[in-house]
């Protein structure tokens, strides 16, 4: 009997994002296949897509979007659209092309493939991704932070905070319930620093603490930069 080899995909939420956005996920991926050690030439022949016209658009689309909101105009708002329309395709052109490429190379396994597609500069879908056990995070989407959180003890109340000014101030604590957490409303283009703690409660019907032991004790921070 055969056994299907698990793919890995890329996952693009592109329509979300607006001009400056995708701009800039546009040059990271741009930047992630320029002298990329998982291509060979004739990879780089096969791209549907070069990076230098990929990051070519992107230049335009940013150029025509100054230009709208010093001008607008339903002409200008339309050609804008256009140049967006034009580079999103590239860019779901190139995530195909990627995919072959990663899973291709990796011949099944899982993280191998993962890895070269984030060379790439591309994001995976969730389903694929084998997560670590260790406090981690990522911004699969624009203002959204996604936290995994290591599971403990039954009776320990996981605890997150973040900041966004390099550790100078804090979040009141946000309890985590599983071991997954999505943050909403950030920053986009701001990098985050994330910190876990955990809190015993008292046992049902000894409620009786020692003195200090509720002063929590942070994990090290993580980054993270939010899309």
């Not at 034009?86 to 993280?111: C, D, H, P, R, S």
């Not at 996604?146 to 003890?153: I, N, Q, S």
């Not at 957490?181 to 990098?191: E, K, R, V």
């Amino acid at each position: 009997m055969r056994r299907t080899r698990q793919r890995v995909t890329v996952s693009m939420d592109l329509a979300s994002l607006d001009t400056p956005g995708l701009v800039s996920f546009a040059r990271g991926v741009g930047k992630g296949f320029t002298d990329n050690v998982n291509l060979t030439d004739t990879d780089i022949v096969k791209m549907p897509v070069s990076t230098v016209d990929l990051l070519a658009s992107a230049t335009a689309l940013e150029t025509l979007h100054t230009q709208r909101l010093l001008a607008p105009s339903p002409a200008s708002t339309r050609l804008e659209s256009d140049h967006a329309t034009t580079l999103m395709e590239q860019l779901t052109n190139l995530a195909a092309f990627a995919e072959g490429i990663g899973n291709t190379k990796a011949a099944g396994n899982v993280a191998i493939a993962g890895a070269i597609l984030a060379s790439f500069g591309f994001q995976l879908k969730k389903e694929a991704v084998r997560r670590s056990k260790g406090f981690e995070g990522s911004s699969p989407e624009k203002g959204t932070a996604r936290l995994h959180v290591p599971r403990g003890a039954d009776n320990e109340i996981h605890l997150m905070q973040y900041s966004s000014d390099g550790g100078k101030t804090w979040s009141l604590p946000i309890v985590v319930h599983g071991v997954y957490i999505t943050i909403t409303g950030l920053q986009s283009g701001t990098a985050y620093l994330f910190q876990t703690a955990t809190s015993i409660p008292p046992q049902k019907g000894k409620q009786m603490v020692t003195a200090g032991s509720e002063a929590l004790q942070w994990s090290d921070a993580i980054s993270c930069m939010i899309m």
